[in-house]
């Protein structure tokens, strides 16, 4: 049994995440790398050491060098807000570590391209966050793509819809709404949404390659947490694009803070000559799936799988048949996954090049939607 | 062509229902048979004239018994309240004519079998409007079964809920709420939404040969709609069955108006040990069904049938795939099939003696739930 | 009791749905003006004979300019492919008829714009059928709009998803099939399906005032069913793109004929700051309904309204609550409104120049896809 | 922070659920307490020491005797099959332990009132493990319900299907399967799902009265796993009755092992005067509510409340809105208010004495099955 000393940037809501999945890996895979909670590092330090209290890590940093230098942590996780995810990830690449970070890899694509080439050269271990990719609803969508069930793919559509900020009285920045300060997160829905299911869309469809779009800025100014006063809005509230996959279907794509009714509604779907997929992270157990060779036409119809089988993708290792996994479960699962690579060899994905392409294409969004055209996005899958 | 002269006695809900089937049938149904409106009766002459009027009758008649003793009248349909149900029926068959009567039967399983015995000795065309079984997607339920689809059947549940008594201000009697005074209705729920329930059960699942029931009447006393009295409520409000079929499996039937937030709820599911059956009338176009057999166990799931091909029972009659019919058209695809009957021959379910089996259980329910112990139905299919 | 002589152009799909509103209008509407089936006409006797038969038409006809100019028809009724929509209505106008005319208006902004000039200049009646804005839930979404239900509008999303052209088999143009022949009708899904979405949307949501477009051709030749030869396709298989709407909110369309497993799916949905509506045709039904204001935090949620009460718009005129109507009602409210126009002399909508508006963006959507740009649409409402 | 040292008896399913919630409460909920693993007991000596070192129990005994005895242990917790829950629960009272016992409590009501005599005359702490209370959803209707939403009830509703057992090849007793071994279990379906159904229907509903029953053996024999000899099957497979609650409304209530397709479907509905809910546990993140009272007709109708707000119970201790919990949390809301109870010296439901009726139940609901006529529960709240 080896230690897999962790060491923890950040202590926010994907700080908590990350750290659960540490903590629960061995109770639920059979790995032979145990995490040990090392470090947990911020900058407020009372946060800090309230975190590491509840969830138990041996000692608190708040400067993260500091982190990124200890010699008893092998694995440095960047949970912080966007505007630090580069200059950690290119340090803790230096300094040897394996280098987990939260999605969007970086704010820019100049940021992305720095954090590759240095966990690239380094050599080392590297992944980004896209934890949705294992949903076991999702995982068993690219497996029954896979398996060619769905054939020649025609169309694909996705989005993700939020409602918490329709009110203008929502500040912007500080360690709770950095989400709204462009400066700390780099762009508004598309970095934070639309690059969840440019992830998943690329995982499941192939590269995207052209696209146009349309972001907007709904709430014009708002005050800023950190300063108090009344500030412009640099992020996009909205952003929708069409797009070209390199496999001649198209996609739209439509990510939002201003739908009302929607807290977290994740959907996607594929449409292909031989079936079709269909998915919302609301009801994360569900994946509807269309057959279409072979099925008798009076019986034909959506499939409505509860994806909680021994059969599907991670279900073994959980409860039994019907009883359902939840969103925490995501980011256990694409931990399991990236220690059996430490086991086996394996690049698991998405590594940071693999989240170098989402980033191409967010950032080929946001062009498109500054200058009202169409934009090649350069992925290299 | 020839004329199926019809005499319809009644203009309530179910007159307008029927009198719509009668006329649309040649617009949809190449059968050679073409009905014509002939008389129309009721009690209330300004009523029926209007009604007349508004559909197309040629004449109006305010006696039943001249409708059925008129020589140009082949078809007697009866759409009065129940209580009147065994007198006209009877008297139609003793003067030769085809009788339809609407659902159910009879008030009691006297009545009923005194209907059956007229029509059978008199030899005439015969029919109770159970409608339900010409559900596009219930009529597919019953193919899916005859296919093998389902196998050995263990389990049948079904209910009809509505909420519209609830208020204890809602009066009894008249001729709007004729189905809340016990004379004219010979029950409550039991005759009004069971009697559906149990037709469609054991059309898809054979007989039931054993109950036992629980009924209830919630409000104790209405306001009598014609004598202005308050008086005791003397029909069930709720019933509810604990059932054997003749096949081995259980059933569970439920019926009542006090279930808020349902109009018109009529749902069933059957499970067998191939496959199950799921059926909602508020989005009737739906059938559900799992199919297990030769189906891998990542994809199995309940497949939601859109029942509005023209691979589907009646709808190539219809429009094109993917369009709803209502509610109204399950009368004309029952009258369709009887009309059939009329050129072929075949006698086209369910007949009188047919409605007589859900008679029985009807009657063998309310006798459970009065003496509180199980009852046999004595069901003949 | 007036009477209201049709001449209908076409026995097609259309052209039934449209007879059996005709047929149908007394029965459920109390209306003044009474449609009478005076003409049939269809190049094909044969065929026009029998559905004069079938329907009830008094005669048949096999040029429309002997329907437009008899002096026994008061309302023209164009039903037949959109390359003569033009010409018939241009010369019914001129005849002083009511014309009514299926949707699209027609294959081109040009041809469009010359039709509400001659129904103008004439002063006669004319509508185009765009029947889904008086499906109950349809017109109930814009009572809750009216009501200031929604408030300020930030998104508005719809799709209308069909699947059967996606076998290269199907042949292109002839009778059946002119909808795939770009001579015939002037574009393929556009003009088709996104059509029906974009009246909706405006009717909803007002103008749309620019589009970003993309469309696709899957298949790109087929055999053409008149010629026997293996020819281009000129229509659009599928098309999507993004609006903006007068009043700020962003909008997202798709249409295609290659979703696998969707027959008619019609879908929208609309985001406010107050609230959020979605609609779904194959369940037409029901309409879905998200609360804001006043609604505590812990019981918020989508409402689904099943709009079968006589509170619901048209369903006081049909059965009970909890029973449904079907596709074809849609039609029968359309023709109930329109004649209730002619009693009171208010101009029903969609009028030909409302439906100019849903051409312009169609022009719109069009010129984008084949210029890769962003069209402003012109619409003026 | 005081230490609540566990003694586990038993490592199967419920094992891993309960020792999932012990190891994870701290992380989630503020509590004073915090549990340490100390034993787990299993009769396998080999599997328990598999199952104490995944989840890191500090020993292993094979004698739950020794659990029991223990003085560094504070609670024990009953995961083992029914036939021992008695026994153990009764020596763990007279030694002063905290006792808590996954459902049923007991095989027979006798059992049962010697361990509610047990503790209670011990004065220890103790609790049933009748998780589906502390699902969010269920939590969130008894809130409704004591807020006053719903008003007088009508009826009740509510089964719990699943389809594990149909294939007659499926073994009965040993360590796996011995839910299906009458000896072990002591009863089928009736104490192992719809004792679930009982538990929550009195928690949201009041006191069942009455009850009429029918429970079924499917399959009449089944190999043994521990004998290998062919032997009579003793468990029912399916329960079914109707019951009468001490407030006037009725209930339905189902459960079986042979209904295909359903894992684990435990659905339940509640209809009163003023509203209704309804509930699914495959899709748990649900709570459907049909608000009556104040709601115009025209919108009204079920909402479908997503229950992932900090305003839902226990929801504030996870993650953001929008984002599910699964089956495992359940569990752990349980634990949390346990402990919170030994804080504050409340009495966390359901206790024994609780549990027992939930007992009385069942022994009614099997006596009525076996005499074929209504059984008074005795049922004491």
Chains 1, 2, 3, 4 share one sequence.
Request: contains cysteine; proline residues 4%; aromatic residues 10%.
């Amino acid at each position: 049994m080896k230690e897999l000393r962790v060491g923890m940037i950040g202590y926010g809501f994907m700080g908590r995440t990350h750290t659960n999945a540490y903590k629960r890996l061995a109770d639920f895979f059979p790995v032979s790398w145990r995490p040990a909670l090392q470090a947990a590092c911020g900058r407020n330090e009372e946060k800090a050491r309230a975190f590491a209290r509840t969830w138990g890590y041996a000692r608190v940093e708040t400067d993260w060098r500091r982190v990124v230098e200890a010699p008893d942590i092998d694995l440095v996780d960047i949970c912080a807000p966007n505007d630090v995810h580069a200059e950690i990830a290119i340090a803790g690449a230096r300094a040897g570590k394996m280098v987990l970070c939260e999605k969007p890899l970086a704010r820019t694509l100049g940021e992305a391209e720095q954090m590759v080439e240095a966990v690239e050269r380094a050599g080392v271990a590297n992944m980004a966050w896209y934890n949705y990719r294992r949903v076991p609803a999702i995982a068993l969508a690219k497996q029954l793509v896979d398996e060619g069930r769905i054939g020649k793919p025609f169309h694909y559509r996705t989005n993700f819809l939020q409602d918490w900020t329709i009110s203008p009285d929502v500040p912007q920045g500080g360690a709770a709404l950095w989400r709204l300060d462009v400066h700390a997160a780099g762009s508004g829905v598309t970095g934070d949404l639309l690059a969840h299911n440019i992830d998943t869309a690329m995982y499941l469809n192939g590269a995207i390659t052209r696209v146009v779009a349309r972001t907007e800025t709904f709430v014009k100014e708002r005050v800023h947490a950190l300063t108090g006063r009344t500030e412009p809005v640099g992020i996009d509230d909205a952003a929708l694009f069409i797009a070209e996959f390199a496999n001649g279907s198209l996609g739209l794509f439509e990510a939002t803070r201003y739908a009302r009714g929607h807290k977290a509604l994740k959907t996607l779907e594929l449409n292909g000559a031989e079936g079709s997929l269909r998915f919302n992270l609301e009801e994360m157990e569900y994946l509807d799936y269309f057959e279409y060779p072979g099925v008798p036409g009076h019986v034909r119809g959506w499939r409505r799988i509860h994806v909680t089988n021994a059969e599907h993708p991670y279900m073994d290792r959980y409860w039994v048949p019907g009883l359902v996994i939840g969103y925490e479960h995501t980011f256990l699962n694409t931990l399991a996954d990236f220690v059996r690579g430490l086991e086996t060899g394996e690049r698991v994905q998405p590594d940071f090049r693999c989240a170098l392409q989402t980033q191409k294409v967010c950032e080929a969004v946001l062009r498109s939607a500054r200058e009202g055209r169409w934009v090649e996005t350069g992925v290299d899958l």
